[in-house]
């Protein structure tokens, strides 16, 4: 009979095998202040419309932009910035000028208010 390689987990650990990919930058703008914060936790939701399911904790400065602009850019890093994104997800917009420390650029969208960065 084949060993079981099934094994029990604990639930602090779970996350790690359920967490979707790719990790985003996703950037908004109110009033003047643009914003950028990194985001694991999204999912596809629907085809069309296009509906993109997520968790924004409340406490972070990027609430507060996108709950009153109702919008926000997802922007997709490729590889080469994955300390940028490390580190955009490790401070705030509440206290730092994210797009200036990390060297990213602001650049107006298209159809949105928020900003997207030329790197990606
Ligand atoms: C890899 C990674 C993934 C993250 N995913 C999320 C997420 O899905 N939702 C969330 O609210 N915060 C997430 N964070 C934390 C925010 O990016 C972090 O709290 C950030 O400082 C918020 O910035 P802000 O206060 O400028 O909005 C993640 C951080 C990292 C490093």
């Not at 924004?56 to 109702?70: C, E, R, T, Y």
């Not at 994210?98 to 790197?119: C, D, G, I, M, Y």
Request: net charge positive; with cysteine.
């Amino acid at each position: 009979m084949k060993a079981s390689s099934k094994k029990d987990l604990p639930v602090s650990q779970i996350r790690r095998f359920l967490e979707p990919g790719p990790i985003v930058l996703v950037s908004s703008a109110w009033r003047g202040q643009t914003n950028i914060m990194t985001m694991g936790w999204h999912t596809v939701m629907d085809f069309e419309p296009s509906r993109i399911g997520c968790y924004i904790w409340d406490q972070n400065h990027s609430f507060g932009l996108i709950k009153a602009s109702k919008q926000c850019a997802i922007n997709i890093p490729t590889y080469g910035l994955i300390n940028e994104a490390i580190g955009i997800g490790n401070c705030s917009g509440a206290n730092v000028d994210k797009f200036a420390k990390f060297a990213l650029p602001p650049l107006p969208a298209h159809r949105l208010s928020a900003p997207v960065t030329q790197e990606f």
